[in-house]
Nanobody, 124 residues
Framework: VQLQASGGGLVQAGASLRLSCTIS????????AAWFRQAPGMERTFVAA???????SYADSVKGRVTISRDNGRNTVYLQMDSLRPEDTAVYFC???????????????????WGQGTQVTVSS
């Protein structure tokens, strides 16, 4: 399974970005998907997840500003980010896993496959 993330870039505070992650697997619909991020010198942290049924979970730090969605026909998961802040600056990683449940949705170990990351930089 290969994941290709794209859509990152350099934007000013308050701007929007939409990240995309395409998964090379026809059974993507049977996977949960998530986005994590890693700021410079920091650990990778959970951002958002979407399960096979479309149920969504968000980190408190992005709730209300970020929307995760999926298009099973395109094998793609999206992360729409609005009202970006300098503290959102990080490398964003997408991940998928077949065995994610509500109790481990924010855990990196729940996801079996990861993309290479896309850089998001927000200037003040």
């Amino acid at each position: 399974v290969q994941l290709q993330a794209s859509g990152g870039g350099l934007v000013q505070a308050g701007a929007s970005l939409r990240l995309s992650c395409t998964i090379s697997r026809r059974t993507f619909s049977s996977y949960a998907a998530a986005w994590f991020r890693q700021a410079p010198g920091m650990e990778r942290t959970f951002v958002a997840a979407i399960n096979r049924s479309g149920g969504r979970s968000y980190a408190d730090s992005v709730k209300g500003r970020v929307t995760i969605s999926r298009d099973n026909g395109r094998n793609t998961v999206y992360l729409q980010m609005d009202s970006l802040r300098p503290e959102d600056t990080a490398v964003y990683f997408c991940a998928v896993g077949p065995s994610v449940i509500s109790s481990n949705v924010a855990s990196q170990t729940a996801y079996a496959h990861w993309g290479q990351g896309t850089q998001v930089t927000v200037s003040s």
